[in-house]
């Protein structure tokens, strides 16, 4: 009986050992990769993703898993974990082909539209930054954005190296040759690219457009928060050409008034337009 017992031991450790060899070969049976259904991320629209998708909203695979870029809206949010990355991936390229740099304010996400411009708010100490998405990732379980050293930095969490955050996107916008951001709050058209800037005011005094949402609410509430900004005001206008409603700041005397406003960054993105 005792040897029949051993017997049974060394040929079940034989099994062991050999499925340990077959799988550290790769030699398991091929499987068809899973699917990325984010749960507090912004959601995926497979459908939609299969239907022509171009560029870097098509799906792509990555360790198994299938990812399928999907199409936002101004003031949609999430919320999860974020963690950064720097030094290793310094100077290499990221996803939509620029060059990484862990000093500008980036982001790396799995499925938000490239030049997705959003606010991270650290719901640990409630620290924002802003930043605009050109590459993918995490592809670590649990994590739902990687951020430049600099955006981490900002939010304080380079020594935690996670924290828990919540996105909003406020934007969308596009690099210029000077890498400088450029048209942030403009339409997206369904392939993920830039489209129409909406600049179709014409005559008047100068203002400076600091917001564009899809829906009334949101533009109304951007509008209310900002009434009495520094010295101007904000009002909502509706664009008869992509149904956008656009919140502006007026009460500039002048066009390098704006321009410089435009440019201190009060508002990432932020552009001069004529009433």
Known sequence: MQKLKIKRLQNSLAV????????????TSSRAPSVYYPSKDFKSNKDAANSGAKGTMKPYTVN???????????GETA?????????GFHGKKTSNGETYNQNDFTAAHKTLPMNTILSVTNLNNGRKTTVRVNDRGPFVNNRIIDLSKSAASQIDMLQSGTAPVRLEVIGFGSVDSSHQLVQQNVNLGTDGEIVDNGKVYEGGGFMVQIGAFRFQEGAQSTAQKYKNYQGYTAIVRTSAKDGLNRVFLIGFRSEDEARDFAKSGAFIGAFVVRE
């Open 16 to 27: 062991s050992f050999l499925a340990l060899f077959i799988s550290a070969c790769g030699l």
């Open 64 to 74: 198994g898993k299938t990812y399928y870029p999907t199409v936002v809206e101004v």
């Open 79 to 87: 919320d999860g974990i974020a963690s950064w990355y720097g030094p």
